[in-house]
RNA sequence: GCCCGUGUGGCGGAAUGGCAGACGCAAUCGACUCAAAAUCGAUCGCCGCAAGGCAUGGGGGUUCGACUCCCUCCACGGGCACCA
């Protein structure tokens, strides 16, 4: 009986409707003795959903399907990233309310992710621009300042003169503001801060723990937080040349095992001091101004060179009373790291090495490199950063660095100026904390009030949520919020008198920075907002998304579950136990001659010989094939997830992404591979009914005895469902599809010879065939699901495969009796042996010496040693 | 500049230190067809008629045995970048 073509279109929104009302993916708060939370990065709502998403969504679907399937309470939520610039950029050009455009897209994104069959609980929905979402921000807002975890603090900020707001350091890529593209500038402003500082160390330590992380992601947070140690010193300053007031200066430095390498001491134009010294002269005023110029865009201070001021004063070496160093203001010591101010040893850093060339301050090399004379190790254009022994360093002369600084620091430490030591140790990170006021409509208002009389006052909590006004304008730069006429206008909490809102909202990084949490919450629970059932849940057991967000989203949410945990929102440390980074969706690129972009939907390609040539389909015009790259909507090589879920429907799109690449690596979407996916679904469909045939008139009682083809097809069956198993549970999805690939391919045989035997069929032989079809469809029902549910109610079933539990592996049937050993003359392969499995060494020993090929390979010489590796392989060692 | 990762057929890639190239894509030949598509069968790392040899970026090392571990160089990709 011919099968007919498997009709996706049709299909797929059957299965979604019995999906659906059937409330199959809905998960309780009950019974969370074995839960797994697994989670993808919710999406910003652009209006619609790309290839990205397809590729992150299938992979995370596959997990919940699959771990349902194993026991598993599961947790699959999806929400929306709501907040964010997008949606004012759309009001200012196109006249809609972010509010109206912001809702639009989710209504449009939603329905396109339900096209794709994703088995999530959409019960559980959030839309971050909610009051209902965001009044929690704010109420943790106010608990997290009033535990001192926020700072309102004025501070250098990064302004994006595009944008018209402040951007965190992680905002600023390249010295460019990570949104608008703009080169940022430096401003001076009060801004709302959340001291992630605080958690500097623990988040680092913690790094250690995330064994379910990426080395990578890891790596970039510790390179990110970026802690070093070394030692504060005092040096005193010679009052002679010191303005009044000032007696000595404070520098930071890891390496004071160099310090009699010292030439120079150099000051942040900022440093108190250089303002100190700059009021009684004015050249050098003018060269801190001139820095300060110099300063306002960060591209500027990427390439300028490096400019110092003699400011006249001298500072007294630690070691030496009577040697004194010149203290410079020098343009490239920040005062926001460590103290400010610095000694320069130029033999050992780079910079130092080049500032003293250009004041010709001199060099002297104090650590000598191994196998090299002290007295003819020179230093002229390269500073030598590594290890070796101290010279030219009195005391020091002959010790390591590493030695020399434990030195230094004791000594110094027990050395008393005044009261106190002239030196400690101190660790400084590289991590700052994250300010997070952003002059904008379309985010969190922050909740507190500005009162002429109490300062800054915390809004009420029987007052939150803060909720935004619908009645504003963007027809003028800056914060809408700010330009509305009545909204900023309150009474002071406090004492009642005229207050003023804040007008900033918060980063939509926050928003992104705890939504996890929030999803453990159903609408419908008894006690909403129960810390126990954010602890029953939380951590997330699996998360997925793009290695873009490695510092940026994945350092900040762990910082907030810190703090709520701080504030008693959560019980936990640490948010995500697993993270998986998935690789880019990459196409080619398509341009005309003039360098015009062409999508590839506009494209067609032919093959002459080896070369594929482009055409434009429309007009024949011969089109530039170009290099592959991430699909970008400025270079045109999008392809969209509705036409190809059209075309082939969501179980081609979802194979074809979990397919072609290993997950963490780029993917490049390809015509010929979607159609190699469709052909795969026709064909397994096709395969199910055969195999289905074959086995519908098997026994339901599992045969006591299995023939020899019989067993052949268990043991096939067994091993395809282990190694399925094993490739899901590692995220290997590319090699869990070659494995059903194999064990398709496996079936098919067994059925063609099945066929060619035409007869009546054994009973054992139809049971175990009816096993394979059922084992077949479960093992690809999480990466198909829709033509899984298909095949499976032509098997017969009248459950749901998305609720069939995962069948046990028969581990007894993984064993062979016999074993094919591969054997080696001199580690060369020469021969195969077959012996019983449970075979002695020295019995396989006598098989393999008497095989024709190894005594051919031999060639006359006997073998000094055999050596037999146990189910492995034989290698004879002549 | 510093740190990290990657390198395997025409392509994507597989391989607890144990048969390199599973599986897929592309290609070639054949069957079916008036023809095409679909489907089915065969071939498919390189050299060689073959026997055999050579092959996991290059070179070296450890090992009975190396894609896998170590050293070194090269290429590509990524992160950080006046952080003292």
Redesign the pocket.
Known sequence: MPIERYNAAEAESRWQKVWDERGIFATPNTNLSKKYYVLEMFPYPSGRIHMGHVRNYAMGDVVARFKRATGHSVLHPMGWDAFGMPAENAAMERKVHPKAWTYQNIAAMKAQLKSMGLSLDWSRELATCDPSYYKHQQKMFLDFLRVGLVERKQSKVNWDPVDQTVLANEQV?DGRGWRSGAPVEQRELTQWFFAITKFAQPLLAALETLDRWP??VR??QK??I?R?E?LLVRFALDPKTTPDGESELEI????PDTLFGAKFMAL?PDHPLAQAAAKKNPALAEFIAECKRHGTAQEI??K?E?LGFDTGIKAVHPFDPSWTLPVYVA????MD??T?A?FGCPAH?Q?DLDFVNKYGLGVTPVVCPPEQAPRSFVITNTAYEGDGRMINSRFLDGMTPAQAREDVARRLENEKRGDRPVAQRQV?Y?LRDWGISRQRYWGCPIPVIHCAACGVVPVLEKDLPVTLPEDVTFDRPGNPLDHHPTWKNVSCPQCGGPGRRETDTMDTFVDSSWYFVRFTDPKNAAEPDDPKIADAWMPVDQYIGGIEHA?LHLLYSRFFTRAMKQTGHVGIDEPFAGLFTQGMVVHETYSRQNGDWVSPAEVTIE?EGETRRARLSTTNEPIVIGPIEKMSKSKRNTVDPDEIISAYGADVARWFML????PD?D??W?E??V??AA??V??LWRLVGEAGEIGHGAPAARPAQFSPPALALRKATHKALANVGDAVEKL?F??C??HI??FA?TL?EVI?DADSEDGSVATDFTWAMREAADVLVQLFAPMMPHLAEECWATLGHDTLVAQAPWPAVERNLLIEDTI?L?V?V????RA?VIVPRDAANAQIEAAVLALDAVQKALDGKSPK?V?V?PQ??V?V?A
């Open positions: 890529i080395e990578k790596l970039m390179n990110w970026g070093s070394g930071f430095t890891t390496r942040s201070i990427d300028a490096k343009n490239f010591i920040l790291y460590g400010g610095i850093d910079r400084n590289r510092i093959l397919s072609d690449s290993p690596r993917v490049e390809t010929r591979g159609q190699g052909r795969f026709q064909r290997h590319n090699v599809v070659a690939y194999e391919n098919n063609g094919t591969p080696q001199n580690g060369r392969k195969e040693k050596i590796v492995r392989i290698n060692v």
